[in-house]
Nanobody, 122 residues
Framework: QEQMVESGGGLVQPGSSLRLSCTGSGFRFDDYSIGWFRQAPGKQREAVVCISSSDRLAYYGDAVKDRFAIYVDAAKNFLGLNMNSLQPNVTAVYYC???????????????WGQGTQVTVSS
């Protein structure tokens, strides 16, 4: 059975860093586009970053460029997200997910986890 499990969220102060982790089972990371999306209270899902299945390049949302970095170990079905210089506007539940293509990551994911809460507050 396909499963993804996130961890690493928490409550941090502005300017802090966090590292999110995600492990998958029941499928191969290399077979899909894979990445992270988030959902803040009262808002729609928003793609954060995605590694495309076609070129294996990472595509970042404008809001997180230069502050977030995705990394993957496909052999271990492991996906990580380094988040730096965090500000309150990134507060959301973060989900790792797979999709047939990156534009579908947040709108029509194939597999995704239960999410991990990231809260940035002083």
């Amino acid at each position: 059975q396909e499963q993804m499990v996130e961890s690493g969220g928490g409550l941090v102060q502005p300017g802090s860093s966090l590292r999110l982790s995600c492990t998958g089972s029941g499928f191969r990371f290399d077979d899909y586009s894979i990445g992270w999306f988030r959902q803040a209270p009262g808002k729609q899902r928003e793609a954060v970053v995605c590694i495309s299945s076609s070129d294996r390049l990472a595509y970042y949302g404008d809001a997180v460029k230069d502050r977030f970095a995705i990394y993957v170990d496909a052999a271990k079905n492991f996906l990580g997200l380094n988040m730096n210089s965090l500000q309150p506007n990134v507060t959301a539940v973060y989900y790792c997910a797979t999709a047939l293509s990156c534009p579908l990551l947040s709108s029509d994911p194939l597999y995704w986890g239960q999410g991990t809460q990231v809260t940035v507050s002083s």
